[in-house]
């Protein structure tokens, strides 16, 4: 059965939109990190072809503030185009943290602040800089959504097909690991967060695979080439059921995995745009949001071990590419969704109901 959807706030921001990410860790899930890329033309002197030089990337990260069902302004940070972003779950040694990943190939690490007048504000921490020429991180994660750590992992992915394995510690970053995990852009890395040592990872080879970072270089644990016709673009492992995996790809569709068991999917579900992020909902973890692309953004319920599409945002008119859930609305009836999309330069909350 498929639920209403309610448009609760929208805003332009300026440049093209592609992460929207709420914040996990109480008091603070009212806050929203969103993330921007904008192609503009290359500086050159007077009289130069500019068409001749590459474009710049430009990024722009805001941080908005969930009033009354409408978003507030309270932070904009210039910065490179951003690919992804993230907040850790759960507090490290006090600090709130959200990791940035960008279009030079920098992974950033904010600190939230809240000052003694309640303003929020993200104060830089550390980067770490890839070793990679012309190589843009594209997507992130913590270790941390089910276990707490204070000296927590962050997996990239990035535009060379390589994975890197990142420790937190002592307010830096270090570098543990990188490895060759696709033939072309690996376009998602993500944690089993059951076992730090297991990661997920999709590419534009069309390739699922599990490596295990134990081993120097990792190992793989499994390749599935078969299933997704194109690349696979989002991966989200479970925290409720340990060997539940969720791919989605360009081919459309999204499938539900059991990692003992990877010839082939549990089920899957085509959703008529390609599917660029997955989240399962905090909480029950029986919904899982889609950003589809050029159709929307969709909920799939998997409480039956099928997949059904339940609810669908039709608010934006281009590439829907960043989504998350508002992590107290899931133990209400009413399910909280901000979204975000690309050329239309599109912030959107919305909500539907599961009576």
């Known amino acids: 059965m498929s639920h209403q959807v309610k448009t609760l706030f ?79 779950c759960h507090a490290v040694q006090g600090y709130i943290l959200l990791a940035v990943a960008n279009a030079i190939g920098q992974i950033l690490v904010y600190r939230l602040e809240v000052s003694n007048e309640l303003v929020p504000q993200l104060i830089f921490l550390c980067q770490l800089d890839t070793d990679e020429t012309d190589s843009l991180a594209l997507s992130l994660d913590w270790s941390t959504r089910k276990n707490h750590s204070d ?17 937190f510690v002592n307010q830096e970053l270090r570098l543990q690991q990188k490895f060759l995990a696709h033939e072309y852009e690996a376009w998602i890395a993500s944690f089993s967060y059951w076992n730090e040592s297991i990661l997920y990872t999709g590419g534009d080879d069309g390739k699922f695979r599990s490596f295990d970072t134990r081993e120097d270089p990792a190992r793989p644990v499994f390749t599935n080439r078969s299933q997704h016709s194109a690349g696979v673009t989002s991966i989200h492992a479970s925290t409720k059921s340990e060997f539940t995996v969720a791919t989605g790809s360009y081919d459309e569709y999204v499938c539900l995995w059991d990692t003992r068991r990877t010839k082939s999917p549990v089920c899957d579900l085509g959703l008529g745009g390609g599917v660029w992020r997955l989240k399962w909902e905090p909480g029950p973890e029986t919904l899982l949001l889609a950003a589809c692309m050029h159709n929307g953004c969709h909920v799939v319920d998997t409480s039956d071990s099928t997949l059904q599409n339940v609810a669908s945002f039709t608010g934006h008119q281009s590439l829907a590419y960043g989504a998350d859930w508002w992590w107290p609305a899931s133990s209400g009836p009413n399910r909280v969704v901000a979204s975000a999309s690309f050329y239309d330069h599109l912030l959107c909350l919305w909500e539907f109901s599961l009576n």
Do not use: N
């Not at 000296?151 to 394995?165: E, M, N, R, Y």
């Open 10 to 88: 929208s805003w332009d921001t300026d440049f093209s939109a592609d992460s929207a990410e709420f914040c996990p860790v109480e008091p603070h899930q009212d806050i929203l990190a969103v993330g921007t890329y904008q192609l503009a033309d290359p500086d050159c002197p007077e009289g130069a072809d500019a068409s001749s030089l590459p474009k710049k990337r430009l990024g722009r990260l805001y941080l908005k503030h969930l009033k009354d069902k409408s978003l507030v302004l309270v932070q904009q940070i210039d910065m490179p185009a951003i690919l992804d972003l993230k907040w850790c």
């Open 151 to 167: 000296t927590p992992l962050i997996t990239v992915s990035d535009s060379k097909g390589k994975i890197s394995v990142i420790q």
